[in-house]
């Protein structure tokens, strides 16, 4: 079996747009529970998902190219989905995060960085890596 060399690269670099949706969904359940506009339910929700959608395409802007690096760093070492190489992939993911954030002048919290990276790392580790081939 092949090494799914681009996928890897695919899915890592587009690693960063998942914090897009973690931001809609803390900001519509936000706005949600605090009612603190006059919006309807819809239009909150409508507002919140493009919003989401801006934050995804900025983060992809800001974040792509350390991602980019990151997945073909993942793609060389030919990474499966095991235990030792998902704490690594989330180690890595939320330190490159908090180092690419002090790079820009972005005014975040750096526990923040680390913590999108890692999760965000941590759910593609999940989605593209392989499993490891059982060893006869």
């Given at each position: 079996?092949?090494?799914p060399?681009k996928r890897?690269v695919?899915?890592?670099?587009?690693?960063p747009?998942?914090?897009?949706?973690?931001i809609?969904?803390y900001?519509c359940?936000?706005?949600?529970?605090g009612?603190?506009?006059?919006?309807s339910?819809?239009?909150?929700?409508?507002?919140?998902?493009?919003?989401?959608?801006?934050?995804?395409?900025?983060?992809?802007i800001?974040?792509?190219?350390?991602a980019?690096?990151?997945?073909l760093?993942?793609?060389c070492?030919?990474?499966?989905?095991?235990?030792?190489?998902?704490?690594?992939?989330?180690?890595?993911?939320?330190?490159v995060a908090?180092?690419?954030?002090?790079?820009?002048?972005m005014?975040?919290?750096?526990?923040?960085r680390?913590?999108?990276?890692?999760?965000?790392?941590?759910?593609?580790?999940?989605?593209?890596?392989?499993?490891?081939?059982?060893?006869?």
């Open positions: 079996m092949t090494y060399f890897i695919a899915s890592f670099t587009l690693c747009a998942l914090a897009g949706v973690f809609f969904g900001f359940t936000a706005e949600l529970i009612r603190t506009t006059s919006m339910v819809v239009e909150t929700v409508m507002g919140t998902f493009w919003f989401g959608i801006l934050s995804a395409v900025t983060s992809m800001f974040y792509g190219v350390p980019l690096g990151l997945s760093v993942y793609a070492c030919r990474l499966h989905r095991c235990l030792l190489h998902v704490v690594i992939v989330c180690i890595a993911g939320g330190t908090l180092l690419w954030g002090e790079v820009l002048p005014e975040t919290q750096p526990v923040v680390f913590c999108l990276g890692a999760v965000t790392s941590w759910l593609m580790a999940l989605h593209a890596l392989p499993k490891q081939a059982a060893e006869e």
